[in-house]
């Protein structure tokens, strides 16, 4: 049908992502549609006691934006957004109820979403089967590889990739198995964006009782994820409080996340007391980007957060990290995605304990794209084949005890790569009768296990 009207619709599902979306849009990165929609999801664990994501202040200076929002809770419930998908079948009486529900009639549909690996990404992308898709990225996981292999008739619609430049001069790995090209959002019109929410953060939430100046300690609540346990990610608050001290730091401000436990803001407020300093315990919903601009930090501290980068590249801010080197251990498998933002945070970002004049983590940056390159390839190494040479060359060159962190050896001896093995035993991977008796023992070992279990 010529000439029909078109509708761009947005997904969101964190103030982060829309204040991307808002400065894509006034950057003119997108076409001109006769409607734009924004679609929320409320992903929390517990959808039904979290604060949906139009109620938290800032929200109504992005909502002129667009003509409409709607909510994608609403629309599957009580089905949960990261859980549900459409079944192949269903997918045309789906299409028809949303074109119905959205009042969308036979407009051409365009789709805005983030995460497309996962749903409600994409389960939205495959409930309109025919929409070319733009994926945008709020975080440090666009450098990283696709965490799965996405079904073609997904990822072949996909245009481009629209991200923030968090790491200048990195480019994302995220969807180039598709040979999407990636697209930067205008920093500078991010940033004037997050101003407009600094804006309505001072009208709406008491921040008068934060201190200008101080440092400012951002938790993730890792726990959650099963990276930490609650007790370990407890102490890792706690070394941030003892570091910013002993980097002569006496007003601290602690911004919790949202979902984190209240006794572990006590535990810091007990460790403050013992300290002699002064602790401010944020618990209002804010982004740690509006504090930036609302307290000016004289340093901030966090584990691996995306806002880590965001105070440094978009604000010129000191940053520190603690708990990187526990992670790059603790995360599972070696595929998990959290892996390259723990990286690029752990080789660019001055360790808190190291108070030397020139970090260790300085000297990585100019090796950064060697480095998200060899470890993308070790994470999806049949996702991205062509990448091996580029892994051997970095593996080759700058494998040291320091960067070893950021590989497992078992990882590396599985895929044949330097640095598996001791140089004088490299033959041993490239000898096809050895890798033969290997892959038999291999085979035996693992039918004696069989017979052991059922006796």
Known sequence: MPNRPTTQIFLASTLYGAATL??????????????????????????????????????????????????????????????????????????????????????????????????????????????????????????????????????????????????????????????????????????????????????????????????????????????????????????????????GHREIVFKPHPSAPARWSQLLEREAEKLEISLTVLDRPVLAEVLYQRMRPALVVGCFSTALLTASAFYGLPVARTGTGLLLERLTPYQNSNRVPVTIVDALVPDLDDQSPQPRAATAAENINGLVTAVGYAMQHQIYPQLRPAAERYLAAHLDPYTRRYFKRRRLTALALPGAIPSQLSFIPRNATVRRVARRARAVQRRLKKRAAFG
């Open 22 to 247: 808002a400065a894509a849009l006034d950057a003119d990165c997108f076409p001109a549609a006769d409607r734009r929609l924004l679609l929320l999801s409320n992903n929390a664990t517990t959808p039904e006691t979290t604060a949906s994501l139009d109620t938290m202040p800032g929200f109504a200076r992005l909502r002129g934006r667009f003509d409409r929002v709607l909510s994608w809770n609403e629309t599957i419930r009580p089905f949960h957004p990261g859980g549900w998908s459409p079944r192949a079948d269903d997918v045309p009486l789906w299409e028809r109820y949303l074109r119905m529900l959205w009042d969308l009639g036979d407009d051409r549909v365009e789709l805005v979403v983030e995460s497309i690996q996962v749903s409600p990404a994409l389960a939205l992308a495959q409930l309109f089967p025919e929409a070319p898709v733009d994926v945008y990225a709020d975080g440090l996981m666009s450098y990283g590889p696709t965490r799965n292999k996405l079904d073609p008739l997904v990822g072949t619609r996909i245009n481009r990739l629209l991200h923030l430049d968090l790491v200048p001069g990195l480019k994302p790995l995220l969807l180039t198995e598709f040979d999407v090209e990636p697209e930067t959002v205008p920093t500078a019109v991010f940033t004037k964006v997050l101003a407009e929410l600094a804006e309505d953060a001072d009208e709406s939430t008491d921040l008068d009782g934060v201190p200008e100046g101080a440092a400012l300690l951002l938790g993730q609540y890792l726990s959650a994820l099963s990276i930490l346990t609650p007790e370990e990610e407890e102490e890792l608050h706690v070394r941030m409080v003892r570091g910013a001290v002993e980097r």
